[in-house]
Nanobody, 124 residues
């Protein structure tokens, strides 16, 4: 069984930064792509960023491109999301997820394990 535990969320002012972490259990972490998604109140869950198994390929939603960076440390079974220049519209619960394959994807249906989420609130 795979478990994903997010951390690093919190309250930050607009323009500030946060770094989210997602620790994964299981011995095959480095075999799979990982992704970050978010869900704001009253809205559907949306793709934020994804990274391939080796970290060589990354994808971002247009809304976060240039401000967020996804990375991973396979030795630590951890994936990160560095968020800079945060905006109030970035406020949401952020979830990490493990993809079904090693290929990074923005498609929600291609992820089979999800964390519980961590709240990010950006004040104006």
């Amino acid at each position: 069984q795979v478990q994903l535990v997010e951390s690093g969320g919190g309250l930050v002012q607009a323009g500030g930064s946060l770094r989210l972490s997602c620790a994964a259990s299981g011995r095959t972490f480095d075999t799979y792509a990982m992704g970050w998604f978010r869900q704001a109140p009253g809205k559907e869950r949306e793709f934020v960023a994804a990274i391939s198994w080796g970290g060589t390929s990354t994808y971002y939603a247009d809304s976060v491109k240039g401000r967020f960076t996804i990375s991973r440390d396979n030795a630590k079974n951890t994936v990160y999301l560095q968020m800079n220049s945060l905006k109030p519209e970035d406020t949401a619960v952020y979830y990490c997820a493990r993809a079904r394959t090693s290929v990074a994807t923005r498609l929600t249906r291609e992820y089979d394990y999800w964390g519980q989420g961590t709240q990010v609130t950006v004040s104006s």
